[in-house]
């Protein structure tokens, strides 16, 4: 079992920046992936940004290719998504997650893969 914590949230102008941290209560699982989902008003939730903890290999949604960098941490079990340039469709409640060991890299990006989620923070972009 993994608990993770997400924070970082917050309310910013068109083009500013946030950074969100994930702590999770244990190792990350070498050949586990970790990602951040967002979720807005009405909608469903999505995959914005994966990484597969053992390689490093990162993989956004086209959206925020270019904008958003995802990075860990492993000595302090901690997951980071830099985001850059922001837009008001940004805007959403962003929830970070942890597969089990064996996550496939083809797949690291969708929801179905996950097994732990954070409890959410919210970003809101507007001027």
């Known amino acids: 079992q993994v608990q993770l914590v997400d924070s970082g949230g917050g309310s910013v102008q068109p083009g500013g920046s946030l950074r969100l941290s994930c702590t999770a209560s244990?190792?990350?699982?070498?050949?586990?992936?970790m990602g951040w989902f967002g979720q807005a008003p009405g909608k469903v939730r999505e995959g914005v940004a994966a990484i597969y903890s053992g390689t490093g290999v990162t993989k956004f949604a086209d959206s925020v290719q270019g904008r958003f960098t995802i990075s860990r941490d492993m000595v302090k079990n901690t997951l980071y998504l830099q985001m850059n340039i922001l837009k008001p469709e940004d805007t959403a409640m962003y929830f970070c997650a942890a597969t089990k060991p064996g996550c496939l890299v083809a797949r690291m990006i969708s929801i179905s893969e996950y097994d732990y989620w954070g409890q959410g923070t919210q970003v809101t972009v507007s001027s």
């Open positions: 244990r190792d990350f699982y070498s050949s586990g992936c």
